[in-house]
């Protein structure tokens, strides 16, 4: 299995508070991706509450996966995991951090 990291900085003249805005509307990250739209439906677990799992499909690939809840700590942070089930993918895990640097 091979594994694949990338970190990535970024800066903007703007206001954490500001780019929260953006980096926090995971349904327009995802529309500006260019990926599909997400169906959701929701398993029993016996630990208790149920497991939320993602559905698309992307061509002929339909791909499925369990989606813990987001970790969201406003104005400076998002976490995002996705645990794949089948398919071409293991798991995905996006973490970011919206950093005041000076006035931006």
Known sequence: MKRFADHSTYR????????????????????????????YT???????????IAHVRVGPLAIEWEE?????????RVSVERRF???PFLRFLSDVHVVADGAG
Do not use: K, M
């Open 42 to 52: 929701f398993e029993p677990r016996s630990e208790g509450g149920p497991a939320t």
């Open 12 to 39: 903007f003249d703007v206001a954490p508070e500001a780019l929260w805005q953006a980096v926090s509307d995971t349904d327009a990250v995802n529309r500006d991706a260019g990926l599909p739209a997400v169906r």
């Open 85 to 87: 089930r089948g398919g």
């Open 68 to 76: 813990p809840p987001f970790t969201w700590e406003a104005p400076y």
